[in-house]
């Protein structure tokens, strides 16, 4: 699925030298340092990095809505720094989160964007039929952007950078917060028009997965190119540092927390029923540490992966910080964690109008566990977990929570629950430390117990060093952290995490997994979705949802194995997702 680049084509995208520098709550930044990179013509090429790496500010300065302090780009045989506003009529540009006016509907979306872009009036019609024809948006023209699904507005941020024919196509972070249907459908639109038109495409992601499906990436660190080439490149270098553990006594938490602390170990993660390492040697991992502590242990060694090389890279584990000392989190009544059955839900039914968004769904979640709560965008996740947390009242059904039914005792049953939102819900003006204070007084601590949990919050998940400033200002990864530590400063059994991760990188998903592992051995139970579907192997169960309906549940495990071929035979999570919902919608798209 990738066409060749050109060889014979001037790059269409150079990078020579560039450094450019902000303030962060007054403090001096640089975002770049001395980048030289080049983007090839008739490629795709992807922009790699954890966060604050300067990936978004490489892309502004590519397109000329920022300029750099020193160094020169040119794009499409234009300097940036000369004509900014030329490269901005040459270049297609999707900024994250698409860039839509969400008051406006599809269609004056397109003529805003046509009209920006100088596409003649006569012009419009048959490309507009073109781009939404592409992107399957063709019925949906007189909704607004601001009622679209993730996915949908996706596919319109693409129509709307692409409405006037161009060579060249930026795109940053196009597919966060949407699910891997729509991710892979932006592939295949990508691709085509790679391959049809030989466009040059620069993108930036935080799916190191998507990273391999690029022909060369680009490795950004602290504002510094690592290295670039092509995924497989960074692959090979790691060929036998890799390996999956498993052991007999099928607790993959404690076996990874105990693998990561071993020597030599770049990386650990959760896979199936064991957990994959990355070593900084071709060599097994050594294992005699674990003792008696684990029993049964298999190795085998796996194939290497970008993510082994990306990871190798920015130099492993970033840093060893203790678990979370959940000991200072005086968590509910002494009564409720006596329960074995945290969560119950039946027959759960949500409707607005004449839309259903949940369809009478069942399950249950025990103490202590990691469950997870999976499915497309519009599935009715979010839905399901505001009517879970007492924020949105059910149609229909019977919810309790930490023993508590949510129709007759809503306060208390939300006095049990940390609740993370989409996009985190800080208070963008505020500091750290305000905003930090503002959750704690919200969950009615007051004195010398809400100085003393901001004082935890703050060592814990490495805020200190940014207390004072605008949590509107941070990193993508530091927002998480600080959302993360907001709902967990009255000590709640249970936590509900609404698609946390999304876009942040890989270092600061493992950060984050690290600490929810250590909840759920705390035996906090944590309900989350996601649609990082590699995240969903750390879940005990879990269930999939389409369209406000269960489709399926149970394991990792079970989850994959129902969908193992001869040509597949070790499915991911994301092949088992995206073929159950193509099971699921084919009857009913063929009706």
């Excluded at 129709?407 to 985190?424: E, H, K």
């Excluded at 309900?527 to 394991?555: F, K, P």
Aim: proline share 6%.
């Amino acid at each position: 699925m990738s066409a060749t680049p050109g060889k014979n084509h001037a790059p269409a995208c150079s990078i020579q030298g560039v450094s450019r520098a902000f303030k962060l709550a007054g403090k001096p930044v640089q975002a770049l340092d001395q980048v030289s990179a080049q983007v090839a013509h008739g490629a795709v090429t992807g922009l790699v990095g954890p966060d604050a790496a300067g990936k978004t500010t490489l892309m502004r300065l590519a397109v000329g809505l920022l300029l750099p302090d020193e160094g020169s780009i040119s794009v499409l045989g234009v300097e940036v720094g000369q004509d900014p506003q030329r490269v901005q009529a040459l270049v297609g540009y999707m900024p994250q989160r698409f860039g839509l006016y969400e008051d406006l509907t599809v269609k004056e979306n397109l003529d805003l964007y046509a009209d920006l872009r100088d596409l003649a009036p006569e012009d419009r019609p048959p490309r507009y039929a073109e781009l939404l024809g592409m992107t399957g948006m063709e019925p949906f023209q007189d909704r607004l952007a601001g009622a679209l699904s993730g996915g949908m507005k996706q596919k319109l941020g693409l129509a709307c950078a692409l409405v006037k024919p161009t060579e060249m196509l930026i795109l940053d972070e196009p597919t966060v917060g949407v699910d891997p249907v729509s991710r892979r459908e932006l592939w295949e639109i990508v691709y085509r028009l790679v391959e049809s038109e030989g466009l040059s495409v620069l993108l930036s992601t935080s799916y190191l997965d998507e990273a391999e499906r690029c022909q060369e990436v680009v490795l950004l660190h602290q504002g510094k190119v690592l290295g670039q080439g092509a995924p497989g490149e960074f692959s090979r270098r790691m060929r036998g540092k890799s390996f999956l553990v498993k052991s007999g006594q099928n607790n993959r938490r404690r076996l990874q927390s105990l693998l990561a602390r071993g020597p030599g170990v770049v990386d650990s993660v959760i896979q199936g029923d064991g957990v994959r390492l990355v070593m900084d040697k071709a060599a097994p991992p050594d294992l005699s540490g674990l003792g008696d502590a684990m029993t049964g242990l298999q190795v085998r060694e796996e194939e290497p992966r970008f993510e082994d090389g990306f990871l190798a890279l920015m130099g492993g584990r970033r840093h060893e910080s203790q678990e979370p000392e959940l000991q200072l989190i005086q968590r509910g009544a002494e009564a409720s964690k006596a329960r074995d059955t945290v969560i119950e839900v039946e027959e759960l039914t949500k409707r607005f109008g004449e839309f259903v968004a949940v369809d009478r769904i069942s399950f249950q979640v025990k103490r202590g566990e990691v469950f997870g709560l999976l499915g497309a965008n519009g599935a009715g996740k979010s839905t399901t977990f505001r009517m879970l947390c007492g924020l949105l009242p059910p149609s229909q059904g019977r919810l309790r929570v930490a023993g508590w039914d949510l129709r007759r005792a809503p306060a208390r049953a939300r006095a049990s629950i940390g609740y993370m939102a989409q996009r985190f819900s800080l208070y963008g003006q505020l500091s750290v430390r305000d905003n930090l204070s503002f959750f704690a007084s919200a969950y009615g601590l007051g004195g010398e117990r809400r100085r003393r949990m901001i004082a935890w919050a703050l060592d814990e998940f490495g805020l200190a060093e940014v207390a004072e400033a605008p949590s509107a200002e941070l990193p993508l990864g530091f927002k998480q952290r600080l959302a993360m530590a907001a709902a967990l400063m009255h000590g709640p059994e249970i936590l509900f995490l609404d698609e946390p991760t999304s876009g942040v990188d890989p270092l600061a998903r493992r950060d984050f997994w690290r600490r929810i592992n250590a909840l759920a051995e705390q035996k906090v139970t944590v309900l989350i979705t996601t649609h990082h579907l590699e995240e969903a192997e750390y879940c005990d169960r879990m269930v999939v949802m389409d369209r406000g309906q269960i489709l399926a549940r149970g394991t990792p495990h079970e989850m994959k194995s129902r969908w193992v071929t001869p040509e597949n035979p070790n499915p991911s999570m994301e092949d088992a997702f995206i073929a159950l919902l193509e099971e699921h919608r084919a009857p009913k798209e063929a009706a």
